[in-house]
């Protein structure tokens, strides 16, 4: 039995955060508050607001999937109001962003609170380059459960395939 949502369902809960956190009537402090949300503290009223109205069901079943909706709102605010771009894969964002290759192995290897922590230093580093990425990637990168070695490896092949293409493209 798979505990990560199926691929509609979070394209479409990934557009309403991303639209809800950019929008000019969403509070600049709530939008704040969020982007300061860590993998390794206690999570914000903020948060919990947001989510009871924006996440889908299930988000809160577990301390580790409430981390990583947490990981991935957090994200979204951080690269807001310029965060989700459905056409350009999050392997592809981090290559055309130079995000270096050993960066990319340490993120892809990572698990837990680690893997949360690097994921958003790299919404840090993207934000930085105002360069959005399908959001829909990173979730699925934090959501697919660690026993779930097949899908897991399929999101990190399609983020390295991504950022390798992106790569190769440039160096023409």
Known sequence: MSTSPPTDT?????GQIAGVIASPGFPTANRASLRRISPDQ???LTFYRFATRHLP???DRSTARQRDWATIVAAMAIMSPNAHRPDVGLGRALSEADFSEARLERL???TGNTRRTLLLRAARFLAAKNQPCNWVDGALFLLIPDH???RREQIH???ARDFYAASAQTER
Request: aromatic share 16%; no cysteine; net charge negative.
């Open 10 to 14: 979070l394209y479409a809960t990934i």
């Open 148 to 150: 779930d070695f097949e």
């Open 57 to 59: 069901e299930g988000w």
């Open 42 to 44: 206690p999570l914000p």
């Open 157 to 159: 092949r399609k983020i």
């Open 108 to 110: 892809l290897q990572s």
